[in-house]
């Protein structure tokens, strides 16, 4: 099981908790994770990812142990902690402003 953490807009939208758990099938990557996020709870399309292209939304960031992975190739394998259950993958919605 990975376990992904989402932030409070996206659990509001989902109807879940602060974690969620999901089975990928396959090498765990950004994108085989985000596949099986969405697979599960279709109504996350096109929120965390753009449902066209496929690439990350400019204000959405992925953490993992302590790691920014934002800007790492989405095919590329996650941490074995992440992989393993042992530590989430975060999704965290960044701000901007002045």
């Known amino acids: 099981m990975i376990r992904v953490v989402l932030p409070y807009h996206l659990r509001t939208l989902a ?3 602060r974690e969620v758990e999901i089975n990928v099938d396959g090498p765990v990557t950004q ?3 985000l596949d099986a996020l969405e697979a599960q709870y ?3 399309r096109g929120t965390i990812r753009d449902q066209a292209t496929r ?3 400019a204000f959405i960031r992925f953490f993992a142990n302590g790691q920014d ?3 790492e190739p989405g095919d590329a394998p996650l941490p074995d902690e992440v992989a393993l259950g042992a530590e989430p993958l ?3 919605g960044a701000m901007a402003g002045g």
């Open 42 to 44: 279709p109504m996350l």
């Open 31 to 33: 994108i085989s994770v």
């Open 90 to 92: 975060l999704v965290v």
């Open 55 to 57: 690439q990350r939304r």
């Open 69 to 71: 992975l934002s800007h």
């Open 15 to 17: 109807h879940v908790g």
